[in-house]
């Protein structure tokens, strides 16, 4: 935009009179002096409630470092409070700085009045008759130029003047950078909660920054189990999501809503692809459910463009009917299901058992993929899974037994790390709740390889809890790898362990045995995708299974 000083006082001038005006400023300082207020009212109960409970009925050393701890918090919000009272007599500033220089500006109407009058003088000046009022009004105009320049000097004067005096918001961040944390077993500043490792933390476990809830990895998440950033709900991965056991693409997509979606910007339950309204599509921009293709509306459609149910549709792009069934594909049961050997309601892919399911199964080619509602991974047990081989409800990572899990491996709820058995973890291998820490036995641990709660530093264990055979372990009783939980146990092969839950068992593999969730798991060597038998054991989660590669309980994703 131009400088004021080059602008004519046609322009100047209009911008003056034509904009808001003070008014929008005014209602500003009258909002920096409402906050100024509120901020000093809660400074000064939080200082009473404190000493209140410090010097009657909460005595000890505890008390003490507690009042400790809070004390700057205080000093923080009236700080605040100062900061924002200043901020409204800054406003009120400007305000005056404004009408002081709407005063002397000229008035618009003068300037086209000049300036009509300049083009009747020229036009009707004959034998330059009129020379001598021209020349009166360009010395009249000249001054206006002047007179709007010198206003709007003096308002800039004014309100850089004010804007200069503001306390800038990076000395409140690094004020509030600087705050201790309100918990135990918290690593970096401002957190309100236990066992945080970031700043600015409101509740259990995370790690990150400004999360709300508990065992989130990344910042800026509001409730548990959140892998990435600005995700709302728990167990999704990726940005920005809403709801349960959400996973975008990377952990820079997402912006899902709902349950159990896989890709981006998908509404409604265990869709798969993105842009998608409704359940268990898959593709790109379907609206409906049950679709495989792309802008398909509707129910069961297979392709692309159509508008129906099933093999009876409306080809938009070709203009054509067709008449069929009420399934696409071949071998469905039910009602609007598209893909392959589906039994249910608008499930898409194949070997889906339920409502609302997609995917296929590349472990079990042949066999049961998802049961259950929303599921939009492989070989899933329950409702809104986006991930693989889990076993619960609104979970995106793999292997979960539990509700709202993004990590892999995990028994519990709200865990975004591996292999933990608890509840909001966002470290991994831990046995316990609110531990961002690794391989911890207990609660609210920052550290690595603590027993206990609270801790903040590492103790250079192997392993923490008791009777664990094996590295990276925390738990009771566990033999393996890298396993949380209760008397787990993983044997042989070149790699064992990597389990969480309760009673766990897996052998008998060349590879890999182990890594499995949930409760009273029996790994016994299967074929497993690419791997034959006798080289895999273990891979379960759920209850009660006996085999590899199952999600559920009692083998039922294996009838």
């Known amino acids: 935009m131009a400088n004021f000083m080059v602008l004519p006082p046609e322009i100047n001038s209009l911008l003056m009179f034509n904009g808001a005006g003070s008014a ?51 000093g923080w919000l009236n700080s605040a409070a100062t900061q924002a009272a200043g901020a409204a007599g800054q406003a009120r500033a400007v305000v005056s700085a404004f009408e002081a220089a709407q005063a002397a500006t ?92 970031g700043s600015g933390n409101v509740g259990n476990g995370n790690n990150g920054s400004s999360n709300l809830g508990g065992g989130n990895f990344g910042n800026t998440n509001i409730g548990n189990g959140n892998f990435g950033s600005n995700n709302v709900g728990s167990g999704n991965i990726g940005a920005g999501n809403i709801g349960f056991g959400n996973s975008g693409t990377s952990l820079t997509t997402g912006r899902n809503v709902g349950l159990g979606n896989a890709g981006t910007s998908n509404y409604g339950f265990g869709n798969s692809g993105s ?54 594909g071949s071998g469905n049961i039910g009602f609007g299901n598209s893909g392959t050997g589906n039994i249910g309601f608008f499930n898409s892919g194949s070997g889906n058992v339920g409502i609302f399911n997609t995917g296929s199964s590349t472990a079990h080619p042949g066999g049961l993929n998802n049961i259950g509602i929303g599921n939009a991974g492989a070989n899933n047990f329950g409702i809104g899974n986006s991930g693989v081989f889990s076993t619960g409800v609104g979970n995106a990572g793999q292997w979960d037994t539990g509700f709202g899990n993004a990590g892999n491996f995990d028994t519990g709820a709200g865990n975004s790390g591996n292999a933990n058995t608890g509840f909001g973890n966002s470290g991994f291998q831990n046995t316990g709740n609110g531990n961002s820490g690794f391989e911890n036995t207990g609660f609210w641990n920052s550290g690595n390889v603590n027993t206990g709660a609270g801790f903040t530093t590492d103790s250079g264990l192997e392993n923490s809890g008791f009777g664990n055979t094996g590295a990276g372990d925390s738990g009771f009783g566990n033999t393996g790898d890298a396993t949380s939980g209760f008397y787990n146990r993983a044997t042989g092969g070149l790699v064992n362990g990597g389990s969480s839950g309760f009673f766990n068992t897996a052998s008998g593999g060349s590879s890999e045995n182990g890594f499995s969730s949930g409760f009273f798991n029996t790994g016994v060597t299967q074929p497993l995708g690419i791997f034959p038998i006798g080289t895999v054991s273990g891979s379960n989660s759920g209850l009660f299974n006996i085999g590899t590669g199952i999600a559920g309980l009692f083998n039922l994703a294996r009838l």
């Open 275 to 328: 842009g998608n309204i409704g359940g268990g599509n898959t593709g790109v921009g379907n609206v409906g459910g049950g679709n495989t293709g792309n802008n398909n509306i509707g129910f069961g459609l297979t392709g692309s463009n159509e508008i129906g149910i099933g093999n009876t549709y409306f080809n938009t792009a070709t203009n054509q009917f067709s008449f069929g069934g009420l399934n696409s």
């Open 24 to 74: 929008p400023m005014l209602e500003a300082a009258a909002a920096w002096d409402g906050l100024a207020s509120e901020l000093g009212s809660a400074a000064s109960a939080f200082s009473s409630v404190t000493s209140g409970l410090v010097g009657q009925a909460w005595q000890g050393p505890a008390s003490q470092a507690m009042a400790a701890a809070a004390t700057p918090y205080a």
């Open 106 to 197: 000229v008035h618009p109407i003068l300037v086209d009045l000049n300036r009509n009058s300049l083009v009747q003088m020229v036009m009707s000046n004959w034998f330059g008759l009129n020379a001598p009022a021209i020349a009166q009004l360009e010395s009249e105009y000249e001054a206006m130029w002047a007179q709007d320049v010198a206003a709007m000097s003096g308002y800039y004067s004014g309100a850089s003047a004010a804007a200069s005096a503001l306390t800038p918001a990076q000395t409140l961040q690094q004020l509030f950078a600087t705050l201790p944390n309100l918990g135990a077993g918290n690593k970096g500043n401002a957190n309100l909660g236990n066992g945080n490792t």
